[in-house]
């Protein structure tokens, strides 16, 4: 299909002028979703909106990154502004979100709209989230803070094959769930949000009831020897061992991201929500307001109730240990650490559930191999063959690396180039503004906002190479590895698309142009084939 054949079918709302209208038929040209025959069933409506975004941000981030956050700032005082400092940044990059996601509502998130924004050099943008889709789009850390919180319930000292191989067997499951019953796996993601949500309401409620017993002069109720709570009592002691290195702090907020990740989630689905635009702008605020004050909380209840050394040395176990002081080995160290097991499972399904369609976006523009396989949404009406690309890399980043600072290394591994894509979205957003003025925007963020994140985009992607005291890090090796990786990738991936989009066609003497096929079960993909 030509773009003169494209042409009569746009939206008469994308007709306000030539330049307009030039911009769209390109829009329709790459995204072919917007095109008659596309396969999407409107399957999620608010509360299933809702859960998805919430269970995809609360996660084991908050059970998990206290500890190894706490470490690196060294003081409660700093622990607590890195939290406000970070949620204030992720509302920032939500507002940008939403304004992309009113601007174009349909599946495939910040693919979408680095397409859309940077058309030139042509298929680079594409190449890039294809890339990064496969070789970080890995869904290992829940995974393994499953395993962990499983094994310590049922107080089994694992070996590294079992911390694998029940990690490897969730992601499994979960994989097959989404793969061969959709409607089921969205019942089960649905009920392990609501499940999560009051797991962390029950952490919250924790640290104002110590705060309550405290005000009324009987914490030594709850609190224990050595907890961080007088701390608390001082404005100086809050802050006594302060490191206010910028790569230490860096690596922080890349963790406190790390547990804001998700609040785009439903930009990744758009084309199967009921009315996106009214949902996503009720739905998005709702979250982080949800997400943001649970944490605050949780993160008091951890400060209060456990020592602030234990806090430091307690690597992915923190939430285990508050509830083992809290309610003794037999509630506390079982049935929560459950608990939390139970959640880091919810935070798999809905980040696959996602996932999965993005990597099924990128298919069928034809940035993916066995192109026609892992775009169709046979047998079962679900994206297998999405899913498979995204089983596939987090496996292995699940069965090779060794154990210990392996969690640390990959979310900051996955959070570096994740702010490389945030800066050019966030640069993008205010192109589109100044070239596309007229353009119908349901939701604009606040330029403040826009420029804030901006300018911390660029202050994360230095921080890496500020050297910390001592030169070390939160991790066992070189401070600046988790970038260097994050850059490699960045690299690898403009080398394969000059090569394959450029020197491969001036050598062959060929064109790679695209066109749009219907495949049997109506799902529509653009073909890029080679022409003289």
């Known amino acids: 299909m030509t773009t003169e054949e494209i042409r009569p079918l746009l939206a008469p709302e994308n007709r306000q002028n030539d330049h307009q209208l030039a911009v769209s038929t390109d829009l329709t040209d790459r995204f072919p979703d917007s095109l008659p025959g596309s396969n999407h069933s409107k399957n999620l409506r608010w509360s299933s909106a809702y859960i998805l975004v919430v269970s995809r941000v609360i996660g084991s981030g908050i059970f998990a990154t206290p500890g190894s956050i706490v470490k690196s700032t060294g003081s409660i005082g700093l622990t607590l502004l890195v939290w406000i400092f970070g949620t204030i940044l992720a509302a920032c990059g939500l507002s940008i979100s939403m304004e992309y996601g009113c601007m174009l509502p349909r599946s495939g998130g910040d693919k979408v709209y680095l397409e859309y924004t940077y058309p030139r050099p042509r298929f680079l943008a594409s190449t890039l989230i294809a890339v990064q889709a496969v070789v970080l789009g890995f869904t290992a850390s829940n995974c393994i803070i499953f395993a962990k919180y499983t094994l310590f319930a049922l107080n089994i000292e694992p070996t590294d094959l079992q911390h694998k191989a029940l990690a490897v067997g969730l992601l499994t499951a979960i994989t097959i769930i989404h793969g061969c ?46 907890s961080s709570s007088h701390y608390l009592h001082s404005w100086d002691s809050m802050w006594e061992g302060s490191n206010w290195s910028w790569g230490l702090l860096s690596t922080s907020l890349f963790k406190v991201f790390y547990s804001y990740a998700g609040l785009n989630n439903i930009n990744n689905v758009l084309s199967e929500v009921h009315n996106p635009i009214q949902t996503i702008k009720t739905v998005c605020p709702s979250a982080l307001l949800t997400a943001g004050g649970l944490y605050l909380l949780a993160n008091l209840s951890y400060l209060l109730v456990i ?7 307690s690597g992915e176990l923190v939430g285990a240990l508050l509830f083992e002081r809290l309610f003794g080995d037999s509630i506390g160290r079982v049935l929560f650490p ?45 994206p297998l063959g999405g899913l498979i690309v995204h089983y596939i890399p987090s496996l292995l980043v699940i069965a090779l690396p060794p154990q210990g600072d392996v969690y640390n290394f990959i979310l900051d591994v996955e959070g570096y180039p994740g702010q490389l894509f945030a800066l050019a979205i966030t640069i993008g957003l205010l192109i589109l503004r100044y070239k596309e003025p007229n353009r119908p925007r349901p939701f604009k963020a606040w330029i403040p906002a826009v420029w804030l994140r901006v300018f911390v985009c660029l202050a994360l992607l230095a921080a890496p190479f500020v050297p910390p005291p001592n030169w070390k890090g939160d991790v066992d090796f070189f401070y600046a590895t988790y970038a260097i990786v994050g850059i490699g ?31 049997n079960d109506g799902t529509t993909i653009v073909r890029l084939e080679r022409t003289k």
Do not use: C
Not at 346 to 370: H, K, S
Not at 495 to 518: H, M
């Open 338 to 382: 459950l608990a939390i097991a139970i959640s880091a499972a919810g935070n798999v399904m809905v980040v696959t559930f996602a996932l999965a369609r993005v990597n099924q976006e990128i298919a069928r523009q034809g940035f993916l191999p066995w192109q026609k396989i892992i775009s169709s949404s046979k047998p079962f009406n679900t």
């Open 181 to 226: 019953f959709l409607r089921t796996g969205i019942v089960i993601q649905n009920a392990l949000g609501w499940v999560k949500i009051f797991l962390i309401g029950a952490m919250s409620l924790t640290g104002l009831w110590v705060i309550l017993l405290q005000f009324f002069g009987n914490s030594h109720q709850v609190t224990r020897p050595g």
């Open 307 to 313: 020592p602030f050394e234990d806090i430091k040395h």
């Open 489 to 519: 990738v960045i690299i690898f991936a403009v080398i394969y698309w000059y090569v394959w989009t450029v020197l491969l066609p001036r050598w062959g003497g060929y064109k790679l142009e695209e066109s749009v096929e219907v495949l």
